[in-house]
Nanobody, 128 residues
């Protein structure tokens, strides 16, 4: 059974940090691009970051570039999103998702198309 489970969300003050985890099961990550999305109340789900199937190439939305870092621990089948210098506008439910593609690179997804597997989401709230 293919499953994604996010964890690590919570309430943090502006300027703080959180690390989200996406635990995968049933996946061979060598054949999947994993991306993080987020959805704020009243807004569409937007792509935040991606890591390619080799786990070597990453990409970020302009709004998080320089603050967020995506990484993968293949031995643990887990993908992480380290979020530093958090801002109130980062408040959202964060989802990890998998797209079955092998690629040398990945692009931050503009839509959810092609992502067939999703976690349940984890809430991140940035507030003083």
């Amino acid at each position: 059974q293919l499953q994604l489970v996010e964890s690590g969300g919570g309430l943090v003050q502006p300027g703080g940090s959180l690390r989200l985890s996406c635990d995968t099961s049933g996946f061979n990550l060598a054949y999947y691009i994993i991306s993080w999305f987020r959805q704020a109340p009243g807004k569409e789900r937007e792509g935040v970051s991606c890591i390619n199937s080799r786990g070597a190439k990453t990409n970020y939305a302009d709004s998080v570039k320089g603050r967020f870092t995506i990484s993968r621990d293949s031995a643990k089948n887990t993908v992480y999103l380290q979020m530093n210098n958090l801002k109130p506008e980062d408040t959202a439910v964060y989802y990890c998702a998998a797209s079955q593609r092998t690629a040398l690179y990945c692009s931050v997804p503009r839509t959810t198309n092609g992502y067939d597997y999703w976690g349940q989401g984890t809430q991140v709230t940035v507030s003083s």
